[in-house]
């Protein structure tokens, strides 16, 4: 699902396949995400072996265009042409809190990609096919959510109002997998 988007949050994300790799930090898969802040919807991704420039230069180039870029410090991100603004925040995670966010949902829900699991794959094919339906499902849950909230006013002790827009869902991520 593509949906067009004022700001776009990149991240990476990295983990092994079948054992643990010979580099100093031993990760041997990267997957690279790029969410929509106000949608919080996965926009692109890629699945590899490697981050570079051109991977994410491929996914940034196959979604909608933004307004805004975001990332963290990785030196990759520099390299590729945005069709708006680029925001580099190498000092804290201000900027790209909402797709850490999604990465800790992408940790939860699959189980391969769990820090300290034993459950892993054994091929990047696999881990990709996975992360595709994982995508689809994120997505629909998170359009369902911005569609149908319904915001929850309440009051703090110096009287200002907080919305909480996600409170008592009754759906969840799994009831829009569809692994037919």
């Not at 009287?159 to 009754?170: A, G």
Request: net charge positive; hydrophobic share 30%.
């Amino acid at each position: 699902m593509k949906t067009s988007s004022r700001n776009y949050e990149l991240d990476e994300l990295y983990w092994f396949i079948g054992q643990k790799g010979d580099s100093e930090t031993r990760e041997n898969v990267y997957i690279m995400t790029m969410i929509s802040r106000e949608l919080r919807q996965i926009v692109g991704y890629s699945v590899g072996r490697d981050k570079y420039s051109w991977r994410i230069q491929e996914y940034v180039d196959s979604a909608p265009a933004a307004e805004n870029y975001y990332s963290d410090g990785y030196i990759g991100y520099l390299d590729v042409v945005y069709p708006g603004k680029y925001i580099r925040n190498i000092h804290d995670k201000k900027d790209t809190h909402h797709i850490e966010s999604v990465n800790a949902d992408i940790r939860h829900f699959i189980s391969g990609l769990a820090r300290r699991s034993r459950c892993f794959y054994r091929s990047i094919e696999t881990l990709d096919a996975v992360f595709d339906i994982f995508v689809d499902a994120y997505n629909k849950y998170g359009a369902w959510k911005y569609k149908y909230r319904k915001p929850v006013i309440h009051k703090d002790s110096s009287s200002r109002k907080h919305l909480h827009h996600w409170r008592d869902t009754p759906l969840s991520f799994l009831d829009f997998l569809d692994v037919s």
